[in-house]
C-alpha cells in the first residue's frame, strides 16, 4: 500500500513510548504495534483524532504518500 | 440461537447423514443386488464390482461430511468466516465434481451394457440432480466465505 504510517517517527520526536501512547489513547498496544508496522488496512477517523489530539500533530504528520516506485 | 447450539445441531444432523449413508451403501444397495441375482442369476458377478463401485463412490461423499464436519465446528468460535473454510468448501466442490463423474462413468456403462431399468434411471436421475445441486452451492460458498473472510480481516485490520 503507497500509504506509510510515520507514527515511530512522531513517537520519537515526543519522545513518547507505545505503551505511554496506548495509555492515553484508549487503543490497545498490539493494535498501535499493527498500525506503527504498516501492517493496517485502515484508519478510524475517531483514532486518528485521538492520535492527533494525545501528539499535538496534524494527520498529515502521521501518514504520507509513497508511490510504489519511490517505495 | 447461539452458535454453539446450531454447530451442535448441524453436526447431529450430519451424523444422521453419514449414518443414512452408511446403510445405504452396506445394507439397501447389497440387499437390492442380492434381489437383483435372485432375479436375474445370470448377473451374479455383476453384484461384487457394482457393489464395489458404489462403496468407491460414497468415499468423496463421506469426506465431504468430514469436511462440513470441520466447518460446523467452526461455527461455536464463530471462526467460520476464514480463509480455510472457503479453502474446504473450495475441495468439496471439486469431491462432488469427482462423484459426479464417477455417476457418468457409471450411467455410460450401464447403457452401453443395455441396462435401462427405471429403478435405475431414477436413482442415476436423483445423484446427477445432488451432484450438480451440491457443485454449485459449494461453489456460491466458497466464494461467500472468502469475501466474508476478506471483509472480517480488513475490519479487524482497521484501528
Known sequence: MPINVTLDIMLAKRKMSLNELSEKVGVTSPNLSILKTGKAKGVRFSTLEKLCEVLGCQPADLLEYLPEKQK | ?159
Not at chain 2, 27 to 56: K, Q, S
Not at chain 2, 68 to 80: M, R
Request: glycine share 6%.
Open chain 2, 1 to 159: 440461537m447461539k452458535s454453539s447450539s446450531a454447530s451442535s445441531l448441524l453436526k447431529i444432523v450430519l451424523a444422521v447423514s453419514a449414518a443414512a449413508l452408511l446403510f445405504v451403501v452396506f445394507w439397501c444397495f447389497p440387499a437390492y443386488m442380492r434381489h437383483v441375482v435372485f432375479v436375474r442369476p445370470d448377473l451374479a458377478g455383476w453384484a461384487f464390482p457394482m457393489e464395489a463401485y458404489i462403496g468407491l463412490m460414497s468415499i468423496p461423499v463421506f469426506a465431504c461430511i468430514v469436511l462440513l464436519w470441520q466447518v460446523f465446528g467452526t461455527l461455536s468460535g464463530d471462526n467460520a468466516f476464514s480463509m480455510e473454510n472457503a479453502k474446504r468448501f473450495t475441495v468439496m466442490k471439486r469431491l462432488a465434481i469427482v462423484d459426479l463423474g464417477l455417476a457418468a462413468l457409471l450411467a455410460a456403462f450401464l447403457l452401453i451394457c443395455g441396462v435401462t431399468a427405471a429403478f435405475i434411471a431414477m436413482c442415476l436421475t436423483a445423484i446427477f440432480y445432488v451432484g450438480v445441486v451440491s457443485i454449485i452451492v459449494f461453489h456460491v460458498l466458497a466464494g461467500l466465505v472468502r469475501n466474508a473472510a476478506e471483509i472480517k480481516q480488513d475490519h479487524e485490520l482497521t484501528i
